[in-house]
């Protein structure tokens, strides 16, 4: 347990240092029409990372606040933006605060400026079961998140759904999640080719979650997690407190 523990902290403040810096500086010297979807997939396989690390509701007045990360492990196929400006692993980190509510459901915000994104967003949690302590209790909730983005160069939003599972004891939760992320990008600026100035794109892609939330201490956490989204693999980690 302990050895596992280590990993995941390690995977946590590793994954931000390895993605490589400014994924999206290439966006106006190499937008063109060709890369416009595959780079909006990439985007929001970003943008709906790390909206969750369990499948029990928070219950009423719960309190949940930590950092989250999702990173993709390589750009897909097409999106030249970031593959002719040399990038490989790419990562986003957020701030993300929850609350739970009445009626099995959880409210939480999230936003980061990073890397010349500005991101604001949120979302709500249903649990379909009643929240229970009870160890190895399944547990299955529905996550939905919403996502708005500014970039000198282009504009996004995003909207993605999850149906999570988990079971678990007061030490270690396993947990999975299939879902999917529709992603919306206008171009503001493209000194490639000026006339995709103000062109709206948009994608639909699926998403797959594995991965284990570990509690070293009563109120904290921290999990890692291996995705697929729209076939390319990546990884997310969390870390927090949890009341």
Same mark, same amino acid.
């Given at each position: ?27 106006? @010297? ?9 780079? &909006? ?9 790390? &909206?969750?690390?369990? +499948? ?5 007045? +719960? ?24 990038? @490989?692993?790419?990562?986003?980190? #957020? ?29 709500? @949690?249903?649990?379909? #079961? ?5 160890? #190895? ?61 103000? @062109? ?44």
């Amino acid at each position: 347990m302990r050895y596992l523990l280590a990993v995941l902290l390690a995977a946590v403040c590793v994954l931000p240092a390895y993605a490589t810096p400014d994924p999206y500086a290439g966006f106006q @010297r190499y937008a063109d029409e060709g890369s416009l979807k595959p780079f &909006t997939r990439d985007l929001g396989s970003l943008l709906g990372a790390a &909206t969750f690390h369990n +499948g029990r509701s928070l219950g009423f007045s +719960g309190f949940d606040v930590g950092v989250r990360y999702g990173m993709q492990f390589y750009p897909s196929k097409g999106d030249d933006i970031m593959r002719k400006n040399g990038v @490989r692993a790419f990562g986003l980190p #957020w701030v993300q605060a929850e609350i739970g509510l009445p009626f099995k459901l959880d409210g939480f915000i999230r936003g980061i400026s990073y890397q010349g994104l500005t991101v604001a967003g949120g979302g709500l @949690r249903y649990g379909l #079961w009643s929240p229970s302590d009870k160890p #190895w209790t399944p547990q299955v909730l529905i996550s939905a998140v919403g996502n708005s983005v500014v970039h000198q160069q282009f504009s996004a939003s995003h909207f993605g759904a999850d149906l999570v599972a988990s079971v678990g004891n007061a030490a270690v939760s396993p947990y999975i999640g299939a879902g999917f992320d529709r992603t919306r990008l206008v171009v503001r600026s493209s000194s490639l080719d000026p006339s995709l100035d103000g @062109r709206a794109v948009s994608t639909l892609e699926s998403r797959f979650t594995a991965g284990v939330r570990i509690k070293p201490l009563q109120f904290s956490y921290v999990s890692l997690a291996y995705t697929m989204t729209h076939g390319q693999s990546g990884a997310e980690a969390d870390l927090g407190v949890r009341f």
